[in-house]
């Protein structure tokens, strides 16, 4: 799969887990646009119930490496994204961890479209990662960490993999 014809389509189709990175530094403008992308994701009743840390000082990253069962990569990465949700900013109670699922995708495909490499870590549902970060961080009680997504210039290239399965596909009946 080459040149597409839709930059979105691209995007998303060409957007790959990225673990390696080449250690060349990330602006604060290039960290703001990811940011801005995890905005403006979709929520329900628009209840943006989400908050961003930004984690780039080493020793909270290897703390956070040693506390994570898969998170090797963060070793050579330039800083990982905490994406947290906020129960009491919840208008419809219970889809903190949806909103956030849906935003951290969105700084996955703007990571892509600026060049970067990125990968989602999975933080919730799994307790005892969430109890640990938690931990870290200080976190009250409504606050809620959901995913980390490290992020760096990339050191390795990826293929579209193919993924296309019409048999998951039905119309209008099971
Ligand atoms: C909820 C979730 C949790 C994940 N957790 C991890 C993780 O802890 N460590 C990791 O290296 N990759 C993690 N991944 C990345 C997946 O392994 C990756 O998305 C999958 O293999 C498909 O590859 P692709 O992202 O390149 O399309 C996670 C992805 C999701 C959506």
């Known amino acids: 799969m080459n040149e597409l014809k839709n930059p979105v389509i691209d995007a998303i189709l060409k957007r790959r887990s990225i673990r390696a990175y080449s250690g060349k530094p990330v602006d ?15 929520s329900a009743r628009n209840q943006q119930p989400w908050h961003f840390i930004i984690i780039d000082e080493r020793q909270l990253l290897d703390r956070i490496r040693a506390i ?5 990569m963060l070793k050579a990465a330039e800083f990982a994204i ?3 949700g906020d129960e009491d900013l919840e208008l419809s109670k219970g889809y903190w961890s949806v909103d956030c699922a849906a935003s951290t995708q969105n700084i996955l495909l703007a990571a892509h479209a600026l060049g970067l490499g990125a990968v989602w870590l999975g933080v ?3 307790k005892e990662r969430q109890k640990e970060i938690r931990e870290i961080f200080d976190f009250p009680s409504h ?3 959901f995913s980390l997504i ?4 990339p050191a390795e290239s990826k293929s ?10 039905r119309w209008n009946k099971w």
Request: aromatic share 12%.
């Open 28 to 42: 604060k403008s290039t960290i703001k646009e990811l940011l801005i992308a995890g905005m403006y994701a979709p």
């Open 82 to 84: 905490l994406v947290c």
């Open 124 to 126: 919730y549902p799994r």
């Open 160 to 169: 579209v993999p193919d993924r296309f399965k019409e048999d998951r596909i």
């Open 68 to 72: 994570h069962p898969y998170a090797s």
């Open 150 to 153: 490290s992020v760096g210039y």
């Open 143 to 145: 606050i809620h960490p």
